[in-house]
C-alpha cells in the first residue's frame, strides 16, 4: 500500500522555524517529483515548493523564496521541507504529493500520492 505521511507541523511564533517531513512507504520518491502545497481555512490549496525526481531543480512560490528550502534524503526516501522566518500567513494544512514532473509550483490535481496533511500555525 502506497503511503505519504506529513509529519513535523506545529505551533511556532513568528520568525520561527519549522522541518515538514513527507515519508513514502511502498514508493521510491527517487522516481517522483514532490511537491509541498498548503492550505489555508477558506482559501484554495496552493503550491509551496517542488522538487524534481533528480533533486536538480527546485521550484518555490514567491511568497516564501528565500525562507523555505525543500530537499531530498534518498536513504530515508523522505523529502523535507525547511521553513525559516515563518509569518502568520504560512498557517495552513501542508501537504505533500508525487508525480512524474513539476509543473512548476502548480497543485499535482492528477498525482494519485497525497499525505494526509500536517498543520502548521504561525501566531504569537
Known amino acids: 500500500q502506497v503511503q505519504l505521511v506529513e509529519s513535523g507541523g506545529g505551533l511556532v511564533q513568528p520568525g520561527g522555524s519549522l522541518r515538514l517531513s513527507c515519508a513514502a512507504s511502498?514508493?521510491?520518491?527517487?522516481?517522483?517529483?514532490i511537491g509541498w502545497f498548503r492550505q489555508a481555512p477558506g482559501k484554495e490549496r496552493e503550491g509551496v515548493s517542488c522538487?524534481?525526481?533528480?533533486?536538480?531543480?527546485?521550484y518555490y512560490a514567491d511568497s516564501v523564496k528565500g525562507r523555505f528550502t525543500t530537499s531530498r534524503d534518498t536513504a530515508k526516501n523522505t523529502v523535507y521541507l525547511q521553513m525559516n522566518g515563518l509569518k502568520p500567513e504560512d498557517t495552513g494544512v501542508y501537504y505533500c504529493?508525487?508525480?512524474?514532473?513539476?509543473?512548476?509550483?502548480?497543485?499535482?490535481?492528477?498525482?494519485?500520492?497525497w499525505g494526509q496533511g500536517t498543520q502548521v500555525t504561525v501566531s504569537s
Open positions: 522538487i524534481s525526481s533528480s533533486g536538480g531543480t527546485t
Open positions: 504529493a508525487a508525480d512524474n514532473v513539476c509543473f512548476g509550483i502548480a497543485v499535482m490535481v492528477g498525482s494519485d500520492y
Open positions: 511502498g514508493l521510491n520518491l527517487d522516481h517522483y517529483a
